[in-house]
């Protein structure tokens, strides 16, 4: 038990400092389990899950019934100039939603999209999202603002490398601050604007993290409790948060919670070295890892559970290679 333990730390410590240096946007999530199988027949078979993703998307495109053009009403994005934001709003241009995108930089100065309504304003004022929902019409609210290190963490200036949009936080932002604080004035303002508007499960899709899921696994509350860097520990504390609150009252909302371990992009070449890892560690079968999806496989899903009232509550991989297929 305590060798297996010692594994993971050392496990652990390897994977943050790919994360420290690497172009990826969420935290990760795996343990220390051994498992004997061939590392060539792992790598092979990774090497085709990322084809296959790659093959998906090029269908997903070329499927005309996807991008169905038609007036399906607006969608509020928070973060839509980020990497993950500002791709769900480009899907959504592409199947017939409009959307208003909210953000401190407003218009991203590339891969911006002349359809989208780019707004500049600071999520952390719940009268800020409260006045552009009372121009009425919204019939969804997707959450995605986040930060990988936060201005406590001491490694704030590593999103230059980590986050996908390149953003650096001040160093008063914090995981409660940017992750909670904003999420929670999205729900309360979706809540009042609901119910002014007579709407019954407005869809409200929040970005979580795999790793929240940790306590609902054998030996999670362990791992998390004394192998966990700090700055995650907190991390999840503010994932954790958001979920709850979302799941309170369900009346109102419609509450869909994404969970993604690593989040890339096969034109981001930087992000692929710990990607590979977790697709390999995944594929092996070690406890406490989920395989990454790629950006637009999760874009995909977010913009297909707006539509289904079926989809609900938290969504894991195998949920997201579901809606984006």
Not at 78 to 104: K, M, N, Q
Not at 144 to 166: H, M, P, Q, Y
Request: hydrophobic residues 40%.
């Amino acid at each position: 038990m305590m060798n297996n333990m010692l594994l993971l730390a050392k496990l652990m410590s390897a994977m943050i400092c790919l994360l420290s240096s690497s172009n990826v946007v969420t935290a990760f999530s795996f343990s220390g389990k051994m498992c004997q199988r061939s590392s060539s027949s792992a790598l092979k078979s990774v090497s085709q899950t990322i084809l296959g993703s790659r093959r998906s998307t090029t269908n997903l495109a070329m499927n005309g019934n996807v991008f169905e053009k038609g007036d399906k009403g607006k969608i509020l994005v928070l973060g839509g100039s980020g990497f993950l934001g500002g791709t769900v709003a480009r899907r959504a241009i592409l199947e017939g939603y409009s959307v208003t995108s909210i953000s401190r930089r407003g218009k991203p100065e590339e891969d911006a999209n002349e359809g989208i309504d780019y707004r500049v304003g600071d999520a952390r004022s719940k009268e800020t999202i409260e006045n552009i929902l009372k121009e009425g019409e919204y019939k969804a609210v997707v959450h995605c603002i986040g930060l990988l290190f936060d201005g406590e963490s001491g490694i704030g200036n590593l999103n230059k490398f980590v986050s996908g949009s390149g953003s650096v936080p001040d160093d008063s932002s914090s995981y409660d601050d940017i992750t909670r604080k904003t999420a929670f004035n999205a729900i309360e303002a979706a809540e009042s604007y609901a119910q002014s508007a007579g709407l019954e499960s407005l869809p409200f899709v929040f970005t979580s993290a795999a790793e929240a899921g940790w306590p609902e696994m054998t030996g999670g509350s362990f791992v998390e409790s004394n192998l966990a860097p700090e700055w995650l520990r907190r991390y999840l504390v503010a994932k954790r948060a958001v979920e709850s609150r979302l799941m309170d009252n369900q009346t109102l909302l419609r509450p869909v919670m994404f969970r993604p371990s690593l989040i890339y992009s096969l034109d981001r070449i930087a992000s692929l070295p710990p990607v590979g890892a977790f697709f390999i560690g995944n594929k092996i079968g070690l406890p406490f890892v989920d395989r990454p999806v790629t950006v637009q496989a999760l874009s995909a899903a977010v913009i297909k559970s707006l539509s289904q009232t079926d989809v609900r509550g938290v969504q894991r991989f195998m949920q997201i290679d579901e809606l984006s297929s």
